[in-house]
């Protein structure tokens, strides 16, 4: 699994997905992902994937639960910085089509923002 951490860009959400250097994850911080696009008062969302190169099913999957998450809250989220591999794993699947995927991060946030 990968790790996540936040920060917020021009008001916007980011989650920044980082390599798990240690293998050492637990549900926890699954829980406090979806807790935290849940509760937040504003439901737009950045993924930034620029830290990584793969992504096993599970990751897949978590994005998947996470983009029915923001759009149970009709917010919005963006996926920024995307490996070439991942893409074209994204587009096999089809995924591609349900996530606005940016080349940078100011048009991620402007895509969260119209």
Not at 55 to 63: E, H, N, Q, R, T
Request: proline fraction near 4%; include cysteine.
């Amino acid at each position: 699994m990968l790790n996540y951490c936040e920060h917020e860009a021009n008001g916007v959400l980011v989650f920044t997905v980082e390599e798990n250097k240690t293998e050492d994850y637990s549900t926890t911080q699954r829980e406090s992902l979806y807790k935290t696009i849940e509760t937040r008062e504003d439901p737009r969302f950045i993924i930034d994937l620029g830290a990584i190169q793969y992504m096993a099913s599970s990751d897949i999957g978590l994005l998947l639960t996470m983009k029915r998450r923001i759009d149970t809250r009709k917010g919005k989220v963006a996926i920024v910085n995307v490996d070439p591999f991942i893409m074209d794993v994204l587009r096999m699947m089809r995924i591609d089509k349900l996530f606005t995927i940016s080349p940078d991060m100011p048009s991620a946030v402007a895509a969260v923002k119209a």
